[in-house]
């Protein structure tokens, strides 16, 4: 094929798909198309509109057209039953029927029709050509007369009545072949429905032998819901001597069932009355499995949209929806509607609705929303709201989000509004920092009082200390210049003196320590607690007869070294001084809990009930200075430490059975 062939070669075919168009619809008969197993239309020319006044849009899309629509009522049965022959026949013809149009005439038809078979031989398209013959002399109809109406019918009845028996003697056997060979299930079945010629489609399909299926027993493979309608329709088709049409599930020989399409139309005899069914049933399961899904996406979605829309309106934030640049409202869930249930917002633009929030901003942010596509988030965004709609304005806060709405262009047609109240956390929060601001202020004056008094008490201790040393080394020198001069009793005034000076000196020394308690920094440090107690007993230097037995499994902690070791310090001493034992036992040992529980057991007289809160106070002692040298103040100090840090210090005790000695101590 040279070039310009090849270029021309399109357009000749062009050319000639559009005289074959023009041709067929110019033809002066209706052309059509119809499948030969649903005998829906699948083609009409333009003409039928022309002839007998049905769209084409309507032979193509309703079920059932030619049927119900066209055929008169007394040629329907034959006429269906010469298409079904053919089909099965898979032969050629002719025949003429009236058709009634769509404004009530009575339109005769001449129709051919041929069958189109498939690659597998089987009927897969009816073609035919419908002619208006209603002026045409040769007409079966021609005659005017109600009579010649009459007989003609007749002849056209006794005519048909002698082709369908001729066809159905010559084509038996072919038939019975053709039900073998098809993939659907043609049978046959005696004038009130019940089979009794072998069906090998049947048997082969649902694994009925004859013997099961023959009568009736072909119900049995139907299942049990669907015979009733199955038995209804077969009544309804058998009564009016119509198409026998229905859908119902059928029984395979593998116990599975299928959704079968059932069409039979009745073979009726001379004189009208039925002599026998035949039909088929073809597997629609595939198209029922994509119904069903569609029906289950269907209420997939529906319950998902139901689910949405509760979700929407039980939400626990403000949501509402506004469309187009004026911001009308269209919908708000229940929290939003409480909010502004004293106003009505829907269907009004949103600055008529909203009028309080004038000059707040937020007008202009919906539009700026709504220009530019892009999503806004305000986060405790105050806002002037007249909430009872009394002219009052009251002050809110609020976190929102202003979300573009985009249709399938992409295009924004409105917003969401998603609104949460914040005002009752701002105003908390805001009553919180100035809380914090009043205790910052309290802990600086406290840091500084607490620096005065390290200062005073540092100076105090040095001014009240300098006398006494003066005091001391003058009742020294007194005693050295006259000490020929003294009598016993005089020097054991001096000493008693001199002691008391330095009991004073430890007091001093006492407070100082109970002032700076719990407030000295110091680094966080590994201590092995074992080590700190090896330590503080070499420090107390305890005397011979005190025995000081330590728990052998004592934790390393990461802690300040210096608290803790002045806590053991104070506990082990004060268990020494007050133990008036010969034989002194201290037991320092310790427990895991939540925190760390050490504790410091002896064996000395013990305390009474009474007396287990009154020893953790200042100055406070159970024996008196003279007969126990101490301050009072060990315990205190004790306990301020222990409690600074989070722990709790306390005493289990009876009178004669010891003491122990018990604080928490965190890592």
Same mark, same amino acid.
């Given at each position: 094929?040279?070039?310009?062939?090849?270029?021309?070669?399109?357009?000749?075919?062009?050319?000639?798909?559009?005289?074959?168009?023009?041709?067929?619809?110019? !033809?002066?008969?209706?052309?059509?198309?119809? /499948?030969?197993?649903?005998?829906?239309?699948?083609? $009409?020319?333009?003409?039928?509109?022309?002839?007998?006044?049905?769209?084409?849009?309507?032979?193509?899309?309703?079920?059932?057209?030619?049927?119900?629509?066209?055929?008169?009522?007394?040629?329907?049965?034959?006429?269906?039953?010469?298409?079904?022959?053919?089909?099965?026949?898979?032969?050629?013809?002719?025949?003429?029927?009236?058709?009634?149009?769509?404004?009530?005439?009575?339109?005769?038809?001449?129709?051919?029709?041929?069958?189109?078979?498939?690659?597998? /031989?089987?009927?897969?398209?009816?073609?035919?050509?419908?002619?208006?013959?209603?002026?045409?002399?040769?007409?079966?109809?021609?005659?005017?007369?109600?009579?010649?109406?009459?007989?003609?019918?007749?002849?056209?009845?006794?005519?048909?009545?002698?082709?369908?028996?001729?066809?159905?003697?010559?084509?038996?056997?072919?038939?019975?072949?053709?039900?073998?060979?098809?993939?659907? !299930?043609?049978?046959?079945?005696?004038?009130?429905?019940?089979?009794?010629?072998?069906?090998?489609?049947?048997?082969?399909?649902?694994?009925?032998?004859?013997? %099961?299926?023959?009568?009736?027993?072909?119900?049995?493979?139907?299942?049990?819901?669907?015979?009733?309608?199955?038995?209804?329709?077969?009544?309804?088709?058998?009564?009016?001597?119509?198409?026998?049409?229905? %859908?119902?599930?059928?029984?395979?020989?593998?116990?599975?069932?299928?959704?079968?399409?059932?069409?039979?139309?009745?073979?009726?005899?001379?004189?009208?009355?039925?002599?026998?069914?035949?039909?088929?049933?073809?597997? !629609?399961?595939?198209?029922?499995? $994509?119904?069903? +899904?569609?029906?289950?996406?269907?209420?997939?979605?529906?319950?998902?949209?139901?689910?949405?829309?509760?979700?929407?309106?039980?939400?626990?934030?403000?949501?509402?929806?506004?469309?187009?640049?004026?911001?009308?409202?269209?919908?708000?869930?229940?929290?939003?509607?409480?909010?502004?249930?004293?106003?009505?917002?829907?269907?009004?633009? +949103?600055?008529?609705?909203?009028?309080?929030?004038?000059?707040?901003?937020?007008?202009?942010?919906?539009?700026?929303?709504?220009?530019?596509?892009?999503?806004?988030?305000?986060?405790?965004?105050?806002?002037?709201?007249?909430?009872?709609?009394?002219?009052?304005?009251?002050?809110?806060?609020?976190?929102?989000?202003?979300?573009?709405?985009?249709?399938?262009?992409?295009?924004?047609?409105?917003?969401?509004?998603?609104?949460?109240?914040?005002?009752?956390?701002?105003?908390?929060?805001?009553?919180?920092?100035?809380?914090?601001?009043?205790?910052?202020?309290?802990?600086?004056?406290?840091?500084?009082?607490?620096?005065?008094?390290?200062?005073?008490?540092?100076?105090?201790?040095?001014?009240?200390?300098?006398?006494?040393?003066?005091?001391?080394?003058?009742?020294?020198?007194?005693?050295? /210049?006259?000490?020929?001069?003294?009598?016993?009793?005089?020097?054991?005034?001096?000493?008693?003196?001199?002691?008391?000076?330095?009991?004073?000196?430890?007091?001093?020394?006492? !407070?100082?320590?109970?002032?700076?308690?719990?407030?000295?920094?110091?680094?966080?440090?590994?201590?092995?607690?074992?080590?700190?107690?090896?330590? $503080?007993?070499?420090?107390?230097?305890?005397?011979?007869?005190?025995?000081?037995?330590?728990?052998?499994?004592?934790?390393?902690?990461?802690?300040?070294? $210096?608290?803790?070791?002045?806590?053991?310090?104070?506990?082990?001493?004060?268990?020494?001084?007050?133990?008036?034992?010969?034989?002194?036992?201290?037991?320092?040992?310790?427990?895991?809990?939540?925190?760390?529980?050490?504790?410091?057991?002896?064996?000395?007289?013990?305390?009474?009930?009474?007396?287990?809160?009154?020893?953790?106070?200042?100055?406070?002692?159970?024996?008196?200075?003279?007969?126990?040298?101490?301050?009072?103040?060990?315990?205190?100090?004790?306990?301020?430490?222990?409690?600074?840090?989070?722990?709790?210090?306390?005493?289990?005790?009876?009178?004669?059975?010891?003491?122990?000695?018990?604080?928490?101590?965190?890592?």
């Amino acid at each position: 094929m040279s070039e310009t062939q090849l270029q021309t070669a399109p357009s000749t075919a062009e050319t000639q798909l559009t005289r074959f168009v023009e041709l067929v619809q110019g !033809i002066d008969a209706i052309v059509w198309e119809m /499948d030969a197993v649903t005998w829906r239309f699948t083609f $009409v020319s333009d003409r039928a509109f022309d002839i007998l006044g049905y769209p084409v849009s309507q032979w193509l899309n309703e079920p059932n057209f030619w049927q119900d629509r066209i055929l008169h009522p007394e040629d329907r049965n034959w006429c269906v039953n010469f298409c079904a022959i053919a089909i099965n026949e898979g032969r050629e013809g002719e025949f003429q029927y009236r058709a009634i149009a769509s404004d009530g005439r009575i339109v005769l038809i001449k129709d051919v029709v041929r069958v189109v078979k498939d690659e597998c /031989d089987r009927p897969k398209l009816l073609r035919g050509l419908m002619v208006d013959i209603t002026n045409c002399k040769d007409s079966i109809y021609g005659v005017s007369t109600e009579k010649s109406w009459q007989l003609s019918c007749e002849r056209a009845a006794g005519m048909e009545v002698e082709t369908v028996q001729s066809a159905l003697r010559k084509s038996e056997q072919r038939y019975r072949s053709l039900i073998e060979a098809t993939a659907q !299930i043609i049978w046959d079945t005696k004038a009130q429905g019940e089979l009794v010629t072998p069906q090998p489609g049947w048997s082969a399909f649902t694994g009925q032998t004859y013997e %099961e299926y023959k009568g009736w027993g072909w119900l049995n493979a139907i299942h049990p819901d669907d015979q009733p309608h199955t038995a209804q329709a077969w009544e309804t088709a058998l009564a009016n001597r119509t198409l026998y049409q229905v %859908e119902h599930r059928l029984r395979q020989k593998d116990g599975e069932y299928r959704y079968m399409s059932v069409r039979g139309v009745p073979v009726l005899e001379a004189d009208g009355s039925i002599r026998e069914w035949v039909g088929v049933h073809t597997d !629609i399961t595939k198209r029922k499995q $994509v119904e069903e +899904a569609r029906d289950r996406a269907l209420a997939e979605a529906q319950a998902a949209r139901a689910e949405l829309h509760r979700v929407f309106m039980q939400a626990p934030a403000a949501i509402a929806i506004t469309r187009g640049s004026n911001h009308v409202t269209e919908t708000a869930n229940q929290l939003y509607m409480q909010i502004v249930e004293k106003r009505d917002i829907l269907g009004k633009p +949103a600055r008529e609705a909203f009028w309080d929030l004038q000059g707040q901003g937020f007008f202009e942010l919906l539009d700026r929303v709504y220009a530019s596509g892009e999503p806004f988030v305000g986060k405790e965004m105050q806002a002037m709201f007249d909430r009872n709609n009394d002219g009052i304005l009251e002050e809110s806060f609020w976190n929102f989000v202003y979300q573009p709405l985009l249709d399938v262009d992409g295009k924004v047609y409105g917003i969401m509004t998603h609104a949460v109240e914040v005002t009752e956390q701002v105003r908390s929060r805001q009553e919180q920092e100035k809380k914090a601001e009043a205790l910052t202020q309290l802990t600086e004056a406290l840091e500084r009082s607490n620096r005065e008094l390290d200062q005073f008490a540092y100076i105090a201790s040095h001014d009240l200390k300098a006398p006494l040393r003066a005091i001391a080394n003058l009742s020294e020198w007194i005693e050295e /210049d006259v000490a020929d001069q003294l009598s016993d009793e005089s020097r054991q005034h001096m000493n008693l003196l001199r002691g008391r000076v330095h009991r004073m000196e430890a007091l001093i020394d006492g !407070i100082l320590q109970y002032s700076r308690a719990g407030r000295v920094p110091t680094t966080i440090e590994t201590v092995n607690v074992s080590t700190l107690l090896d330590e $503080v007993i070499e420090l107390l230097d305890p005397p011979a007869e005190v025995s000081i037995i330590l728990q052998s499994d004592m934790p390393t902690l990461k802690t300040q070294r $210096v608290p803790l070791q002045q806590i053991f310090m104070n506990l082990i001493n004060n268990a020494i001084k007050y133990s008036q034992r010969p034989d002194v036992r201290i037991d320092v040992g310790f427990r895991m809990g939540k925190s760390y529980e050490f504790s410091v057991t002896d064996n000395g007289q013990g305390i009474a009930p009474e007396y287990h809160q009154r020893i953790w106070g200042i100055f406070q002692r159970l024996e008196s200075r003279d007969k126990v040298e101490g301050t009072g103040i060990g315990l205190s100090v004790v306990k301020k430490i222990v409690e600074s840090r989070g722990g709790r210090v306390w005493v289990e005790s009876e009178p004669g059975a010891g003491a122990t000695f018990r604080f928490t101590w965190n890592n």
